[in-house]
């Protein structure tokens, strides 16, 4: 059964199709969500918040557009919202968990993440639509007229974007030599 | 950095195991989801946007709400210019009417010396409201003055305002001539003018009438209502906000069937509010002081310990700041016991404070006598467990140099008096409450430290929700064997939740059921409310302080941290029964909140003070001894002053002024214990006496103070006493005070005498 099938399937209610279609594509969502959030923590409460929305909202897929650009669409929201939340406690602090879960991880790797993480929030200061499409096109390596459907806007806009994050990078790279 | 490194690291960082636990609960969380959806719509396996939502969908402007795309709407444009003309003037004419509206109720300030103008489109305006209103039968026309040099800015707004009036007004061709009538009624309207003689007198008037006349002007057949808004130097809008309104009726001439109502808006000038102190926003319950009693008519007066001292820090800040402070806020007994008084101790734990019983002459009054007692609980020598929780306010109006900042280093040196293993959580209350540290010994120090600072004011007050949840983390870590108290901190402003005074007391009351006590720390003024923290912390089994300082946080919760914070008796109440035969007349100063019933004595359902270790408490009765002249009630003609015993009790004890009793429970008990002490009929101090001793020492000070509390309370009591013997009286007996709290009594006494 390929997937457009499975998805009209367990449209009409067939909970195994749903299952099935679940199973396949949780390593995109949990993927995604990890590079949204940086730790496995978050990544597994906005994966879960994701496939909790998509049975809720299954039904509204049109078979118009491609289902992993849908699916982006869903995840990103579902992102947006733990952020939002996240904003709400103030005294938000990289908790001992993290720690853990960072030192657990090997010396090289654990770097990375908080790297990346870094990088991100500094993207993000442009505005949040820019680390959506960076996470997308760089990410995701999707074609900027796919990240423009997942995001809704034009494909000029997704490049234009594209090409700020751009500029936002190399400002990052010399910033961080200042630094050091 | 290019995006090829991006990529590389996005992958590097990809290879992270997916935990399959995760994923097994996701979907079975989305499986459960997934079959709600189904059950919730089984027959129809189309778009949920589909269903009818309401009767007049089909009108909606969107049609398909589900799919609809919100940012379509920015991309719309208006399609006609029809359209565009049709939303341009009607936003237009709604803006020109809103300006109109402004302008009419803002008269701005004029120059007197300008020539009088009657502002034609301004009556115009006004002529149409009024007729509008009215039958024509019943008001034939309503005719507008104004009288008075209108602003430039203001006639520039009323001139848009005209523009869409004009098309009403001017079916009524007479506008013009009722104008120039009514400039006519302006010298007449003298009369109605000097009729309020204040009004007349003030030079700068802007006028507004509106008369409800038959055309023929300064006859005056009906109702006039005049509008005067008199308007000196008052700039801005809020003007309106401040203004007091006030009716007054002006008498009007023969021909007047009715009485003439006119209405006069008055703006006070910003100098006028510098003067009048923000005082006025605090609240405080207002009480009668304790009259003086006949001890033939009641020979027994009952009342509870307080412990509390925010009135005296309250009065202080205003008398530092150069007000005399309302005398509401001013409460004798929480004079007393804002001093530590050196008074003989107890000796242990089983009769947990001493009572010490003093008599002296009355400063004020010759002939009178003070009977001063003065209680004294026991040092507990090892510091209980506790286990605190902080209760602080963060609303907005916790924002300023005196509240939270106060707040947050009054709190660090509690601290430090607390010991390592006792526990501390921080809830804070705004807009919605919430806990800011959970549970934390107090070695963990860092962490509380940094939980303090983070804290930041802004928001509304839901100080209901606040203190449920702090109830509940201090029942969460509830210890028997500690003590278990919350500590709130406030300006006093509950303002959303529970907020009605007696609500609050109910669950406070409840929660001290089940042990845990309530203190509140006031801080900052403005509006502070007094009556809602005297509530909290009496019900509460608490102290009330008011913080104004850092060196006052230092006396509560550092110097005093032991009696403020750990209760050695609680539930305790006094009652003195005096001796007909040798007092006639008695008069309990202060404690006038803390009055009992007769029969509450004894009643040991009802609440009273508690008494913390260390503390103590101070209280004044003046008397009038049988036989001297300063007796202030006379004896009636008809019954026999003496009552009914005729002696008989008192016989044999005519060397007694009275018996006091003292009830009080240890803090676990819950029946009380009865302590009972004979007063002698003789001084045992004199203004003689050495001032070294405590008894003239304690005696004499603390007289000092309750005549300076009654002082500023305007105490009817007083005679000819002073502010300079209250200094003179304070002086002599400040004795080793090691924090200087008594000079700084006495320079207060010399603030009051140059407040205003």
Request: aromatic share 8%.
């Amino acid at each position: 059964m390929g997937e457009s099938e499975l998805i009209r399937a367990a449209q009409g209610g067939d909970s195994r199709a749903f299952e099935q279609l679940l199973d396949e594509r949780y390593s995109t969502i949990y993927r995604f969500s990890y590079k949204w959030c940086g730790n496995t923590c978050d990544a597994e409460d906005v994966a879960q918040q994701a496939c909790i929305k998509i049975a809720a909202n299954l039904k509204q897929f049109n078979h118009e557009s491609k289902f992993s650009t849908w699916l982006y669409r869903l995840v990103i929201n579902c992102a947006k919202d733990w952020q939002r939340q996240q904003q709400r406690h103030v005294t938000e602090e990289p908790s001992a968990e993290d720690a853990n879960v960072l030192s657990s991880m090997t010396e090289d790797k654990a770097d990375i993440a908080v790297y990346l993480g870094q990088l991100l929030a500094w993207v993000e200061l442009l505005g949040s639509e820019f680390k959506e499409t960076l996470l997308l096109v760089f990410g995701e390596g999707l074609s900027h007229g796919e990240a423009a459907k997942v995001l809704n806007v034009k494909e000029s806009t997704v490049s234009w974007r594209i090409h700020n994050v751009r500029n936002k990078l190399t400002e990052f790279e010399k910033d961080e030599r200042g630094h050091l | 950095m290019n995006e090829q490194d991006l990529e590389k690291l996005f992958n590097q960082n990809q290879d992270v195991k997916i935990d399959s636990n995760a994923k097994k609960r996701a979907i079975n969380l989305a499986m459960a989801e997934f079959s709600k959806a189904q059950a919730a719509s089984p027959e129809k396996g189309e778009n949920k946007a589909d269903d009818h939502q309401g009767f007049f969908s089909a009108l909606r402007p969107i049609k398909k709400l589900a799919s609809f795309d919100w940012r379509d709407v920015m991309k719309n444009e208006i399609k006609s210019k029809v359209e565009k003309w049709i939303y341009g003037s009607f936003a237009g004419v709604s803006v020109a009417l809103f300006a109109g509206f402004i302008v009419l109720r803002n008269p701005l300030p004029f120059n007197p010396t300008d020539e009088i103008a009657i502002d034609e489109d301004l009556a115009g305006i006004i002529a149409e409201y009024s007729v509008g209103a009215k039958p024509a039968e019943e008001a034939p026309r309503t005719i507008e003055v104004t009288v008075g040099k209108l602003d430039r800015l203001g006639k520039g707004v009323r001139v848009k305002a005209k523009e869409e009036l004009m098309a009403s007004s001017a079916r009524r061709s007479e506008t013009s001539q009722e104008v120039i009538v009514l400039a006519d009624a302006v010298s007449a309207d003298n009369s109605a003018s000097s009729a309020m003689p204040a009004l007349a007198a003030e030079p700068k008037k802007h006028i507004r009438q509106v008369s409800n006349d038959g055309g023929s002007g300064r006859d005056n057949d009906s109702a006039v209502e005049s509008e005067l808004f008199v308007a000196p130097s008052l700039q801005m809008a809020s003007a309106d906000v401040m203004s007091i309104r006030s009716r007054t009726h002006v008498p009007e001439d023969k021909t007047l069937l009715t009485q003439k109502l006119s209405r006069t808006t008055v703006g006070f000038s910003d100098e006028y509010f510098a003067q009048a102190p923000q005082e006025q926003r605090e609240r405080f319950e207002h009480k009668d002081i304790n009259a003086v009693k006949l001890v033939a008519d009641e020979p027994v007066s009952t009342f509870s310990v307080d412990v509390d001292t925010s009135s005296y820090s309250f009065v202080r800040q205003r008398l530092n700041q150069g007000y005399l402070p309302n005398p509401d806020a001013v409460r004798v007994e929480e004079f007393l016991n804002y001093f530590d008084y050196d008074y003989p101790g107890a000796k242990n734990k089983s009769a947990p404070f001493s009572t010490n019983v003093v008599v002296g002459d009355s400063p004020w009054k010759a002939g009178n006598k003070l009977l001063h007692i003065g209680i004294k609980g026991y040092d507990i020598a090892e510091q209980p467990k506790s286990n605190m929780v902080f209760l602080l306010d963060v609303s907005g109006s916790m924002n300023s140099r005196n509240k939270l900042p106060l707040v947050k280093q009054s709190l660090v040196l509690l601290l430090d008096q607390l010991r390592p293993d006792d526990t501390v959580a921080i809830v804070v209350y705004a807009g919605a409450a919430g806990t800011v540290l959970e549970p934390t010994k107090v070695k963990d120090k860092q962490k509380i430290l940094s939980a303090l600072s983070r804290l930041k004011a802004g928001g509304s007050t839901a100080g209901g929700q606040g203190i449920r949840l702090a109830y509940q983390l201090a029942e969460q870590n509830f210890d028997k064997n500690a003590v278990n108290r919350i500590l709130l901190a406030t300006d006093g402003d509950f303002n959303v939740g529970v907020s009605s005074p007696e609500q609050l007391k109910t669950l406070v009351e409840r929660k001290r059921e089940t042990g845990i006590y309530l203190s509140v720390l006031g801080f900052g003024q403005g509006n502070y409310h007094d009556t809602m923290m005297q509530v909290l912390a009496q019900n509460g089994n608490g102290v009330a302080a008011y913080i104004d300082s850092l060196g006052e946080a230092q006396k509560v919760l550092v110097n005093e941290a032991t009696s403020s914070l750990f209760t050695i008796a609680k539930d305790v109440k006094i009652q003195i029964e005096f001796n007909p035969a040798t007092v006639a007349e008695y008069r309990l100063i202060g404690y006038e909140t803390r009055a009992l019933a007769r029969e509450d004595f004894n009643n040991d359902k009802v609440d009273a003070g508690d008494i913390g270790s260390g503390h103590t408490v101070t209280a004044l009765y003046e008397i009038t001894p049988v036989g001297a002249k300063s007796q202030l009630i006379e004896p009636t003609r008809y019954t026999d002053s003496k009552g009914v015993d005729d002696g008989k009790a008192s016989e044999g004890k005519a060397g007694e002024y009275a018996l006091l009793k003292l009830r009080y429970k240890l803090p676990k008990e819950t029946e009380s214990t009865l302590m009972t002490q004979v007063i002698a009929a003789e001084n045992t101090v004199d203004l003689h006496s050495d001032k070294t001793s405590w008894r003239a020492r304690e005696f004499y000070f603390s007289a000092a103070v309750a005549g300076f509390a009654q002082l500023l309370k305007n105490d009817k009591y007083m005679g000819e006493w002073k502010f300079d013997d209250a200094i003179e009286m304070a002086l002599d007996t400040r004795g080793r005070d090691e924090y200087g709290y008594r000079n700084e009594f006495v320079l207060l006494i010399r603030k009051a005498k140059i407040a205003r």
